[in-house]
């Protein structure tokens, strides 16, 4: 950035900061900065990384600096390097965005401590700040929010709402807040149709109305009631489990959900709600007993748990680069089949002993990879609910077959589009033969070769080919990684952490 440059966009980003009301020390608070680095930048006298500018123009809802024709945001990476040392695990996505919903309940302060900064989490913040919760980052990754005694559903941000699905999980904490208001269709990843009728079954048992129409859901808040509740889930879905726990916090009575998910997420949401004052039992089996309590105002500090699918992902960078790397804060409950399949197709790993998560329930472990001879598995590779491997996990085993010797079948039977997309894969050298919406073959060994590939609409096959491009000899581009972001921290500048190179640039 030119000397000119830095000049015109501290003038622009002192004009969205005025416009938007705000002081420099209120701004640095944001951004997790100093109010010095605030004025230098608005002097003209620091630099600003794409990232930060990244970040300011996620603030704003503005254009900070004109980058050429196109703001989207590109990888360059140089493979074929032997990766070495350890990287953490960040918190988790899916947890993070549950509890974020789930603050609605509280009329207390609540604090998120090491919240994963994400597009995902950024888009929940944005429709959470458009109905009047106070959200305030303390630092990088701690958020505070407070919400006021009412809510004003009518100004929810429409366009934050619909690139994200995670807006859904929003109708539980609502059961009660408004007689009527409406939620813009959720958006997120294109993974074929994925309906939303489980969740509606879920909250019809407390009387809850929704209709689908012109692209919102109209709502019809039940009357408020003491009743006692049972009923099954439909379908053991991860966010189905939660919206419904949400439903049932606030509500006087005790509710019993059978066939609920015990994922990693919908523990982490469990271990939050009974620091509020909630009883939960049965949490991490499939039958929740939860007795509400409607009036919950407590001021709270809650650590979200790590997250299980970025271990896995730092786990393939080691294995496909066939390097010895520790990936630390690997919560080992929700990687033990993972763990297991790898070392069935011949991954030498090392995993220490067992500590506590700061939630002071999850327990974590460190896993180092080793260069290891991998061959195909005898069976096929397949997800299934906790206990089972993990759903979103299952995409990561085609770039680790790829680096095995035989063929691997992988069976993506939840997603009609996700094993299509990991036929990119090929572009990059692989051999994945697409059966059928659900099922492809990975033939290896694989002589990954670099290349220009585009991101799929997907997070995982996204990120299955940045960690492939990681194998591959020469320099490889990754074009528009908007979906990585949404569901991962910085995870370029943490590859490199680890021996990686790559580097973010924009057309």
């Keep these: 950035m030119t000397q000119q440059t830095a000049e015109h966009v501290g003038l622009l980003l002192r004009d969205a900061r005025s416009q938007k009301g705000w002081t420099q020390g209120q701004l640095a608070a944001e951004l997790g900065t100093s109010q010095s680095a605030v004025a230098r930048m608005e002097q003209g006298k620091q630099n600003l990384s794409l990232k930060m500018i990244q970040r300011l123009e996620a603030i704003f809802g503005r254009s900070i600096v004109q980058l050429g024709k196109s703001q989207m945001t590109h990888l360059r990476v140089e493979g074929g390097r032997t990766l070495s040392g350890s990287v953490d695990v960040n918190t988790s996505k899916n947890a993070g965005v549950a509890l974020l919903c789930a603050s609605l309940i509280n009329r207390g302060t609540t604090t998120l401590r090491r919240l994963a900064r994400i597009e995902e989490v950024n ?53 009660d807040e408004a007689g009527e208001y409406r939620l813009p269709y959720a958006g997120g990843c294109d993974l074929g149709i994925r309906t939303v009728e489980p969740h509606m079954q879920a909250l019809r048992q407390f009387g809850l109305s929704v ?13 408020t009631d003491t009743l006692d509740r049972s009923f099954v889930l439909t379908e053991r879905g991860d966010t189905v489990t939660e919206n419904a726990i ?20 919908v523990q982490d949401l469990c271990f939050y709600l009974q620091r509020l004052g909630v009883e939960i039992d049965g949490v991490g089996t499939t039958t929740l007993k939860i007795t509400g309590k409607p009036a919950i105002d407590v001021d709270i500090e809650y650590f979200p748990s790590e997250d299980p699918i970025e271990a896995m992902s730092l786990i393939t960078a080691g294995v496909v680069t066939n390097s010895e790397v520790t990936i630390r804060r690997v919560p080992i409950e929700f990687m033990e089949i993972e763990l297991a399949t790898l070392e069935q197709m011949g991954q030498q790993l090392e995993v220490s002993g067992e500590y506590m998560a700061r939630n002071g329930r999850t327990r974590l472990v460190d896993v180092t990879t080793k260069p290891s001879e991998l061959r195909a598995p005898e069976d096929k590779i397949h997800p299934m609910p906790f206990p089972g491997l993990n759903i979103d996990n299952l995409p990561f085993f085609a770039v680790i077959a790829g680096n095995a010797e035989g063929q691997t079948m992988i069976h993506d039977w939840v997603y009609e589009n996700r094993a299509i997309y990991l036929t990119e894969l090929n572009k990059l050298g692989a051999r994945v033969q697409l059966l059928d919406p659900h099922r492809i073959y ?36 990754l074009r528009n990684i908007y979906v990585i972001e949404r569901g991962y921290e910085d995870l370029a500048e943490r590859l490199n952490t680890i021996g990686a190179k790559i580097e973010y640039f924009q057309d």
């Design 442 to 477: 990975v033939n290896g060994p694989t002589r990954w070769r670099a290349a220009e590939v585009g991101c799929p609409p997907a997070l995982r096959p996204a990120a299955c080919l940045l960690l492939a491009m990681l194998a591959a000899r020469g320099v490889s581009e």
């Design 246 to 265: 949400m439903a049932a916090a606030h509500r006087c009575g005790t509710t019993v959900i059978r066939n609920a998910s015990p994922n990693y997420m």
């Design 211 to 223: 209709e689908a129409s012109s692209g919102f859901y109209s709502v019809q808040a039940p009357p």
């Design 123 to 175: 888009r929940i913040v944005e429709v959470l700040s458009s109905i009047g919760v106070e959200c305030t980052w303390l630092n990088d990754n701690d958020l505070r929010l407070r919400r006021p005694a009412n809510l004003d559903l009518d100004s929810m941000d429409v366009e934050a709402a619909r690139r994200t699905r995670s807006v859904i999980m929003l109708l539980g904490p609502l059961l």
